[in-house]
């Protein structure tokens, strides 16, 4: 099993560039399944889940080739409408396959959907989305089954905006005959981008970044050419961390307005943040001090971040108060960060944290993305030695984290731990 062995109190300093979004990458690769023609995904991100999701899209038939980090994909022989189940069982968005599936062959057996483990995520909009188009679905002993004579348009109401189900049922409606309407849908940047890319493979998507989507059915698509965006939740990561460090850090190649609500927080805890046309730059040169902090749909502030966000204010001066009112589970991290010794104070779904001076390099355990993100933030502003357990989660959302850090400046090492059983594996890289 690996692990990060982190030499902590260094300050990070220097420039860093991101690279394409996890989370819009893998909606991407949903939708690929309704194209016939070749379709060149450029600067798709090397990491665990992409690659996983790229294996399951083999399994149905697709030919998949990495040449550098361009992606391409030809969907042209599509023949199955079941997945690799062990891989599916791995990785959330496999669930995002069964829409377009349905589009492309009007069958989908799929198992029920895996991924982090940070509470509820059910999929009753997904499934209410795909009935109102005309899809028969049932569920048998873990595995959805799905039919469809014909997807026609219709239109759906989300009871609350959801981006996987708002993307999903985009990618769903776009061949089906008719207007499909998608009120209260979620307007991420992701979901912007996703419409970009199925409009430049001839769909009608209009209406993206607004709570009302309208889909006009077209018969087929064809193949593109399509740059992924920029991975916002990296790019705060980053941000973060060397705000946590007392760095200078200078993140280039994102998207300034995605990060409206890091810049703001940042500013207001005290550090230093200059924005240009597509990077930001970091400052802390004094401690900072305590913020309050709600998840919220975008634009507010990204549930993903907020993990991240509670190992900085671990040493903020004064009490924060950190509202999680997306993930009811998402609170891996503070068992592990008061191991390292923050003072937190869990009630519910709100992190209550007295800043503490320093944090201590112990030995603790990533839950799940994010969570790992969160304590090799504190590990690298932390007094001491600290060692990261399951660090595979990590490796699920950021393209070697390790040596990004240390490009900056810190000092992490990926080593080999002892697994339950007392067995020894050799540390390796990721991919």
């Known amino acids: 099993m690996q692990a990060f062995s982190i030499h902590g109190g260094r300050r990070l300093v220097g420039t860093v560039d991101v690279t394409g979004s996890k989370n819009s990458t893998l909606s991407l690769l949903s939708a690929v399944l309704l194209s016939k023609g070749p379709i060149v995904l450029r600067n798709a991100p090397d990491i665990v889940d992409v690659r996983s999701k790229a294996k399951l899209l083999g399994s149905l038939g697709a030919q998949i080739q990495w040449i550098g980090t361009d992606l391409h994909i030809d969907c042209s022989k599509i023949d199955s409408s079941s997945v690799d189940i062990e891989l599916a069982q791995s990785i959330r968005t496999s669930f995002f396959l069964l829409g377009p599936l349905l589009a492309r062959l009007g069958k989908a057996y799929l198992p029920?959907?895996?991924?982090?483990?940070?509470?509820?995520?059910?999929?009753?909009?997904?499934?209410?989305?795909?009935?109102?188009?005309?899809?028969?679905?049932?569920?048998?002993?873990?595995?959805?089954?799905?039919k469809t004579k014909d997807l026609r348009g219709a239109s759906i109401y989300l009871d609350k905006p959801s981006p996987g189900a708002t993307q999903h049922l985009m990618v769903a409606a776009v061949l089906a005959k008719g207007i499909t309407t998608i009120q209260n849908a979620a307007m991420e940047p992701e979901v912007v981008t996703l419409a970009d890319f199925l409009n430049s493979m001839g769909a009608r998507v209009s209406g993206a970044g607004t709570s009302m989507i309208e889909i006009e059915g077209v018969a087929d698509l064809s193949g593109t050419t399509f740059r992924a965006a920029p991975d916002r939740i990296q790019a705060g990561t980053y941000m973060m961390a060397a705000a946590i460090t007392g760095g200078d850090v200078t993140v280039r190649g994102l998207m300034p307005d995605d990060q409206a609500p890091i810049v703001s927080k940042l500013l207001e805890a005290g550090a230093e943040v200059t924005v240009g046309f597509d990077e930001i730059r970091v400052q802390a040169t004094q401690r900072l001090k305590a913020v309050k902090i709600r998840t919220m749909p975008y634009p507010g502030f990204p549930t993903d971040l907020q993990q991240p966000m509670c190992a900085l204010l671990?040493?903020?001066?004064?009490?924060?108060?950190?509202?999680?009112?997306?993930?009811?589970?998402?609170?891996?991290?503070?068992?592990?960060?008061?191991?390292?010794?923050?003072?937190?104070?869990?009630?519910?779904?709100?992190?209550?944290?007295?800043?503490?001076?320093?944090?201590?390099?112990?030995?603790?355990?990533?839950?799940?993305?994010?969570?790992?993100?969160?304590?090799?933030?504190?590990?690298?502003?932390?007094?001491?030695?600290?060692?990261?357990?399951?660090?595979?989660?990590?490796?699920?959302?950021?393209?070697?984290?390790?040596?990004?850090?240390?490009?900056?400046?810190?000092?992490?090492?990926?080593?080999?731990?002892?697994?339950?059983?007392?067995?020894?594996?050799?540390?390796?890289?990721?991919?």
């Open 112 to 146: 029920s959907p895996g991924g982090c483990r940070i509470g509820a995520r059910p999929v009753d909009y997904h499934l209410k989305g795909l009935a109102a188009l005309g899809a028969t679905i049932d569920q048998e002993n873990g595995f959805y089954v799905a």
């Open 314 to 431: 671990s040493i903020a001066e004064g009490t924060s108060i950190v509202e999680e009112t997306v993930y009811e589970s998402r609170i891996g991290h503070v068992r592990e960060l008061v191991r390292m010794g923050a003072d937190i104070h869990q009630t519910q779904l709100t992190s209550i944290i007295s800043g503490v001076d320093k944090l201590q390099g112990a030995e603790v355990e990533a839950s799940d993305l994010r969570a790992g993100a969160a304590l090799v933030l504190a590990g690298m502003a932390a007094e001491g030695n600290t060692i990261i357990k399951s660090i595979h989660h990590i490796d699920r959302g950021y393209e070697r984290l390790e040596q990004t850090m240390n490009s900056l400046g810190a000092s992490i090492e990926r080593i080999a731990v002892s697994d339950p059983t007392g067995a020894w594996s050799q540390a390796t890289e990721p991919f």
